[in-house]
């Protein structure tokens, strides 16, 4: 501990990152006041139900209150004070205090930045047809045009734009899906799962066009004009999903100290260049000593762990975070999952089938198991969290045969 309740807690952004934090430094035993920060107004809520759940039809009546993180009053009663509607503009590591856009000034024992992210723009496109994701507010307004379209684009088929044209479909809008790679989704999922899951949209009715880039949109009656290198594109609206940006801005001043790279850099303590400073979830470039490299992660999971970890650690414990990083996406009636890290794979491993959309890809690295992908396929992901962490070295021919039992594979590293 630090001072019990004679020091302050605070932690810049209202996210699930900064709640996982605050409800950890509670469990913990920590007494002292926490103040939690956060620009929009509303209390933490479970980002990745805005591209899924809220989009659905199901949904179009409004986003289910279900998606909180914690009701306000949990955060009442145990005492965390949530100042919404409100940015950490400046932060002063000499003096312990960081500054707030209402003109106030917050003294801080321990500051865990949380700030998350921001969606990339695209250039010179204002129109109020192009459209992006990131808040509740956002998913609102896209859910209420999704009722009014018949036409949409989306530009970037990563997770944001493949569920959200999954979602339009959902609705009965007809959907374009421009993406700059020619696989959709490779990046995240590699180029074997990435062909399988192109085929999955167009077999859903979207048209998918790759190798295609937006060079500009101008408004025309009742819609958008999309010009692209291969041609021109008419739509009613334009989702943009090119990615995000970490919201790391106000925190990059002269003087500060902090050290700034794809996010800020923390090793894998949660710990920043700067003493009692700390930083977490999709604002943090995080050294993970499981794949000893620092890995900059933009998922729920991830943050939510990260905001664990950065709160134990900020209570002195160094407990170091070396997680095997799991996500999961769900389009249509498929599910992917993914846990470990793609990058440097030296040779792939695929098991089940394809054809029939069930089955799993593992990612080796000098015959270590680094990665594994899963479709419609949750047991081998779970078995492959514990081959990852352990970097299991089963051979191509152990994973590709259906009756390798991967699960007791995974359990005998453990015992």
């Known amino acids: 501990m630090f001072g019990g309740g004679r020091d302050r807690v605070v932690i810049a952004g209202a996210g699930a990152c900064a709640a996982s934090a605050a409800e950890t430094l509670r469990a913990e035993g920590y007494d002292g006041q926490i103040v939690m920060v956060g620009r929009e107004p509303e209390p933490p809520y479970e980002r990745p139900l805005l591209a899924r759940e809220f989009l659905l039809p199901a949904a179009a009546s409004g986003p289910p209150a ?15 004070d949530l100042v919404l509607g409100t940015d950490v503009t400046g932060l002063s590591p000499q003096r312990h205090r960081v500054r707030l856009s209402s003109g106030r000034s917050l003294r801080y024992g321990k500051l865990l930045i949380a700030t998350g992210g921001r969606p990339r723009r695209m250039p010179h496109a204002d129109s109020d047809r192009v459209l992006y994701l990131r808040t509740r507010q956002d998913a609102r307004e896209l859910g209420e045009r999704l009722g009014t379209e018949q036409r949409v ?13 999954a979602a339009a479909r959902a609705r009965g809008i007809e959907v374009t899906l421009l993406d700059a790679r020619d696989v959709p989704l490779q990046r995240s999922v590699g180029r074997h799962m990435a062909r399988t899951l192109g085929e999955i949209h167009r077999s859903a009715g979207v048209e998918v066009r790759t190798g295609e880039r937006a060079l500009a949109v101008r408004d025309i009656p009742g819609g958008l004009l999309v010009e692209t290198n291969r041609g021109r594109l008419e739509c009613g609206l334009l989702l943009v999903a090119l990615g995000m940006r970490p919201n790391t801005e106000n925190f990059a001043a002269p003087g500060t100290g902090i050290a700034i790279a794809n996010g800020i850099v923390v090793d894998e303590f949660c710990r920043t260049s700067v003493p009692d400073v700390f930083a977490a979830g999709d604002v943090a470039e995080q050294f993970n000593p499981l794949f000893g490299r620092r890995l900059h992660v933009e998922h729920f999971d991830n943050a939510v762990r990260q905001g664990r970890h950065a709160a134990v650690n900020m209570l002195g414990r160094g407990e170091p975070g070396h997680e095997a990083l799991w996500f999961w996406s769900d389009q249509y009636d498929h599910t992917v999952q993914s846990v470990g890290d793609l990058a440097y794979a030296d040779e792939v491993v695929v098991r089940g089938r394809p054809d029939e959309a069930s089955y799993s890809v593992f990612h080796l690295r000098r015959g270590a198991v680094r990665a594994v992908l899963a479709l419609n396929r949750p047991r081998d992901v779970t078995a492959g969290r514990r081959l990852v962490a352990a970097g299991a070295r089963l051979t191509p021919d152990e994973l590709r045969d259906p009756s390798t039992d991967l699960r007791a594979a995974a359990r005998a590293l453990h015992r």
Do not use: P
Not at 66 to 80: M, P
């Open 66 to 80: 279900a998606s909180r993180v914690r009701s306000a009053r949990w955060f009442a009663d145990n005492g965390v």
């Open 153 to 165: 684009a989306v530009l970037g088929a990563g997770f944001i734009g493949s569920e959200v044209a």
